[in-house]
């Protein structure tokens, strides 16, 4: 990338607290969508009475979530550079912005289709459900593996859509894939009776319709658009991007980790404790991609003030993402504490597990306060495309987790595992705040952003 001998001209008039909130609700309604799978597919169970139908499905759905969040780098990566080439004006490194996330993501899901049978018995092995629950597992797994290309190469799509601001396009994607799979939930476990089989047709079905609209929509974007195919295996930005997801594949491989622990301690505390864990997760995960919602307006203004090598922009992106996160995460405790025990019952019938669900809600409170920071800079790092310390926060992050779970949480039962995550979770926000200066001090002075090791 070329460095500008003179800092552009601040236009402070193009981003205003208004226009980051036009452009990131959108966004937020759109990232929604992701959690709202998972939280559809679990209170449909939750509601067939038995709570081994809930934990047979939270352990499928953690399967996928690992498996496609290990590779989320794809969709985060292409955002960011799709970002630096717009704000760059460069239409060629545009289009191979998307097109090499997007083979690479195909490849990945093929492969995982190969390896189904080592990576179900693997997770089986480490998250160690009852007999009951893994014999669902299995039924869900088997059917939703099949969608594991097309969920990878629409990450590219949603990514690249992002990047260039198309958010309107990247909701109604989103719309789509989400209203379809409430749609077929219903049909398939109430209408047809298929149970855990129809949950996962429902979801595998919906990932279908949403990636060919998706990929047909950017297919005729980018196909109008000037591109040399030689600079697709350009060394350079092979390298970068090869880094950059590098970081951000053991950024998720640490989440994930973790996500797996809590799943696997809450599952050796009992089928009930493991469906109550599972719906207030389900309501985090909800909080937390309200976050990346804001956090992507954040990246994509992150994205190009690195393009044009703005300063300034930078400066209002980090003050601007911040003050609004901070002003949800306020509302989202508010609106927690007052409908906490509604919202649990919107997921189960079972008494047993809303009054562990409810017992348990505490903790949520106090999540959106911990998460916010993290999530909005996780954002802007990644708008820049500078993730080592995103790597490196999450590293650290991790290991808290480990000694609060390891040390403490089998002293005070599963109010220790819930300590263990929001310390993580705050762990994160506090890690990736110290690494800001760096960052902004380094655009400011229109150089390279040093390396974070």
Sequence with gaps: M?????????????????????LSLPLVLSALSTPLLGAVDTAVVGHLGDPVYIGSVAVGS??????????????VSTSGFTAQA???????????????????????GFACILLQSPILQAALAIVGPSHRVAALVDQYYSIRIWGAPLALANYAVYGWLIGRSEVRMALWLQLILNGLNIILNLLFVFGLGMKVQGVAWATLTSEAVGFAAGALFVCSKVNRMDKEWQTFFRADSFVHMLKVNRDLFIRTFCL?????????AGAGRG???????????????????????????????????????????????????MFWSFVTAVLLTAGLSAF??????????????????????????????????????????????????????????????????????????????????????LTRSIMLWRYTSGLKGALVDSCRLSRYS
């Excluded at 460095?3 to 193009?14: C, E, G, H, L, R």
């Excluded at 109550?276 to 909800?286: H, K, S, V």
Aim: charged letters at 10%; aromatic letters at 14%.
């Design 2 to 22: 070329k460095v500008q001998a003179s800092p552009p001209t601040y236009d402070a008039s193009k981003y205003t607290h208004k226009t980051y909130l036009l």
């Design 86 to 108: 717009e704000g760059a004006g460069d239409a060629n490194e545009l289009v191979m912005a998307f097109y090499r996330p997007f083979f690479l993501g195909l490849g990945f």
């Design 271 to 321: 089928d009930a404790i493991l469906a109550a864990n599972a719906i207030l997760m389900q309501i985090a995960l909800i909080v937390s991609y309200i976050f990346d919602g804001l956090a992507n307006a954040g990246s994509i203004w992150a994205g190009r003030a690195f393009g044009e090598k703005n300063g300034a922009l930078l400066q209002q992106t980090i003050k601007t993402g």
């Design 256 to 264: 994930l980790a973790v996500m797996v622990l809590f799943t696997a």
């Design 62 to 75: 953690l399967i996928f979530n690992y498996l496609y969040w290990l590779l989320g780098f794809l969709r």
């Design 340 to 425: 906490g025990r509604f919202i649990i019952s919107l997921f189960t019938a079972s008494q047993e597990v809303q009054a562990l669900a409810v017992q348990y809600s505490m903790w949520l409170l106090l999540f959106p306060l911990a998460v916010f920071g993290g999530l909005m800079l996780n954002g802007i790092f990644n708008g820049a495309t500078e993730t080592a310390p995103i790597r490196n926060s999450m590293i650290i992050s991790m290991a808290v987790f480990v000694v609060i779970l390891y040390c403490i949480g089998d002293r005070i039962g599963n109010h220790g595992l819930w300590l263990a995550y929001i310390a993580f979770s």
